[in-house]
């Protein structure tokens, strides 16, 4: 497969750039993989487009304000975002402009970093002047939500690129399929028999990194972190048993519980770190269905729902959806796909 095959056209317009109000007001596509159908909803309209019983799977992660914003001695402006943590006084980080071993990053007039090493590819390890409870306090003083680089506007409220059901801090991206989800939406599935179950994945690059090769299978993710607690692989085990439709809400809770799932789509409790990357052709053990946004061309993301919906299928799809002024991306429209 060449990433040609995943790219299309989209116009400026149609890239979302603040979050609609409420969340669960924005337009649903669903695409029924049986008919190749297309149909046009709300998203309040998902509790009556489930089945009682389905097993509704979130990623409860919480994004942290990765984004910092400093200076080098000279004074000029330096962007970075931190990725990884190392230990208590270390983070890998990406910083632009790219700056070289040794150089100073200012953030206040106390808070600094200075580069220790550079990753292979281009990252930076970044070596704080405080440890510990104190610089996770003051990461989270001086750093701001990491919003994709395509959301030109500020936020008005830090929360709107958090998931009401976040939890577990440490993504540098939120899980945005699941940015729709309201708390009454959320009573209204469990009232309608529809079972709700956690995991986490911290999103960071392995979701988002450009593909920088044409041949797809030749493309690398970076690891990211996951957890699955016994409640969640037994309420999905007890799904799979009983012959009940597993719905994964987002990309990288498909990812999550395709990492762990055995031949017959059962799951134990897991921790660790998953590299998978999902492309047309691969064999789904656990997921049946999924709720995902509108994705950017040529990205991982798109390869993963066109590896279950069909890539002439997720296609058609959005152009349907730009001819009928869908958002697309992190604050976009969402779509179901059955």
Known sequence: MNISDFDFDLPAELVAQTPIEPRDSCRLLVLERATSALSHRRFTD????????DLVVLNDTRVFPARLDGRKPTGGLVSTLLIRHVDDREWVALVQPALRIGQVIQFTADFSAEVTAIG??????????RDGADLDWLIHQVGRMPTPPYVKSLLARPDDYQTVYAREEGSVA???AGLHFTDSLVQDLVSRGIELAYLTLHVGLGTFRTIKVD?????????????????AARQINRARDQGRRVVAVGTTTVRTLESVADPDGRVQTASGETTLFIVPGYRFRCVDALITNFHVPRSTLLILVSALAGRERILTAYEEAKARGYRFFSFGDSMLIL
Request: aromatic share 6%; net charge neutral.
């Open 46 to 53: 998902l509790p009556s487009l489930l089945r009682p019983g």
């Open 120 to 129: 292979a590819d281009g990252d930076r390890c970044l070596r704080f002047n």
């Open 174 to 176: 939120a899980p945005t």
């Open 215 to 231: 041949d797809v299978s030749r493309h690398q993710m970076h690891a990211e972190s996951f957890q699955i607690l016994e409640k």
